[in-house]
């Protein structure tokens, strides 16, 4: 059934059920985001950018997790949603290795079109740095994967176990929580197939091909 929705004043005729963040951006209206990857069925809301207004809601809801609903009015841009964006943005950068010139993804990173469009800094000194120094895995002969520069986003553990090998997941817990193999396992030494969908996933660069 098609259900009539606003956006940002807007009006848009889109499928009913249809994931919010996906009806914006697939008619061109932009939201931050780096962990949702289109046909999820349970997308985590981990990065926390993806914040809108909802006519009628008591507090902003997470784009990603939300479907459209006939007569929905939604608002993507407020001094309120802008004020969670930056902090989840800071949050965000807190564990991240900043090092754009050396790294692969410069210019072609999530991070940094985020920044962009929504005019925060790379560099911000919001909360105390978290150093992971953790070491590269450079075993697998197509990949590596750096941990220090990874977000959580967890897209590449959601890509991983639903096209790949599940080599892939969360480990440990709280400020330790990191993407790994089982045990820590060396990538190469995993039943990884080498798909690569991990890779296309990641939206900074953190898993980059050789």
């Given at each position: 059934?098609?259900?009539?929705?606003s956006i940002?004043?807007?009006?848009?005729?889109?499928?009913?059920?249809?994931?919010?963040?996906?009806?914006?951006?697939?008619?061109?209206?932009?939201i931050?985001?780096?962990?949702?990857?289109?046909?999820?069925?349970?997308?985590?809301?981990?990065?926390?950018?993806c914040?809108?207004?909802?006519?009628?809601?008591?507090?902003?809801?997470?784009?990603?997790?939300?479907?459209?609903?006939?007569?929905?009015?939604?608002?993507t841009?407020?001094?309120?949603i802008?004020?969670l964006?930056?902090?989840?943005?800071?949050?965000?950068?807190?564990?991240?290795?900043?090092?754009?010139?050396?790294?692969?993804?410069?210019?072609?990173?999530?991070l940094?079109?985020?920044?962009?469009?929504?005019?925060?800094?790379?560099?911000?000194?919001?909360?105390?740095?978290?150093?992971?120094?953790?070491?590269?895995?450079?075993?697998?002969?197509?990949?590596?994967?750096?941990?220090?520069?990874?977000?959580?986003c967890?897209?590449?553990?959601?890509?991983?176990?639903?096209k790949?090998?599940?080599?892939?997941?969360?480990?440990?817990?709280?400020?330790?929580?990191?993407?790994?193999?089982?045990?820590?396992?060396?990538?190469?030494?995993?039943?990884?197939?080498?798909?690569?969908?991990?890779?296309?996933?990641?939206?900074?660069?953190?898993?980059?091909?050789?």
């Amino acid at each position: 059934m098609i259900c009539t929705i606003s956006i940002d004043g807007r009006e848009l005729r889109v499928e009913s059920g249809t994931n919010l963040m996906w009806a914006a951006l697939d008619n061109g209206i932009g939201i931050p985001n780096l962990c949702s990857l289109k046909g999820m069925r349970k997308p985590p809301a981990s990065c926390r950018l993806c914040y809108v207004e909802i006519n009628g809601r008591p507090a902003p809801v997470t784009a990603c997790t939300e479907v459209v609903a006939d007569g929905m009015a939604i608002t993507t841009a407020s001094p309120q949603i802008n004020r969670l964006r930056k902090f989840s943005f800071d949050l965000l950068l807190s564990r991240h290795h900043v090092d754009c010139g050396a790294c692969v993804k410069n210019r072609n990173c999530g991070l940094q079109q985020i920044a962009r469009t929504q005019h925060f800094k790379i560099l911000s000194k919001r909360f105390k740095r978290i150093e992971m120094q953790l070491p590269a895995d450079t075993s697998h002969p197509q990949f590596n994967y750096d941990p220090n520069k990874c977000v959580l986003c967890g897209r590449c553990v959601y890509i991983c176990q639903d096209k790949g090998t599940g080599v892939l997941d969360f480990a440990y817990r709280g400020i330790d929580t990191r993407v790994s193999t089982f045990a820590g396992m060396p990538l190469a030494e995993t039943a990884c197939n080498a798909c690569l969908e991990c890779v296309r996933a990641c939206p900074v660069g953190s898993l980059y091909e050789k």
